[in-house]
């Protein structure tokens, strides 16, 4: 039989779809026949299910997380403007309630290039590279 709500297909004599939960007891009188209450449980929902609050998926990396990441890493590198841009995509993820690996190194290596970046600009102008 298949279920009148998800259209899910379900064994013969089921009480209650094994896929939305959704009741086949379409009789309004119990039947003579049967004395005895049978008794059978809904199916258990996914359990792993997650309320999506944001634009993306909170459990897997999304684009955004690669973007993030190869921003740090350049700018660890390579250039100060880029681990700052990598530095704020982290965090807008961060707040977003993005908790993966990508983010988490993103953020690290956003900090660790922007520090770095700070030092080697501070210590050029000081020294005087720059006016050269």
Do not use: W
């Not at 258990?44 to 993030?68: I, L, R, W």
């Amino acid at each position: 039989m298949y279920c009148h709500n998800c259209g899910e297909p379900n064994p013969d004599g089921s009480k209650f779809c094994s896929n939305c939960g959704t009741s086949f007891d379409f009789s309004q009188e119990p039947k003579e026949e049967s004395k005895r209450i049978e008794y059978q449980l809904p199916p258990a929902q996914n359990v792993n299910y997650q309320k999506n609050t944001s634009s993306y998926n909170k459990t897997e990396s999304s684009g955004f997380d690669s973007v993030a990441l190869g921003l740090s890493i350049f700018g660890l590198f390579c250039c100060l403007p880029s681990s700052i841009a990598g530095l704020i995509m982290a965090i807008i993820a961060k707040v977003n309630g993005n908790n993966s690996t990508k983010v988490t190194v993103a953020l690290i290596l956003g900090i660790l290039g922007t520090v770095i970046g700070l030092i080697f600009t501070i210590h050029s102008y000081s020294t005087g590279i720059y006016n050269q």
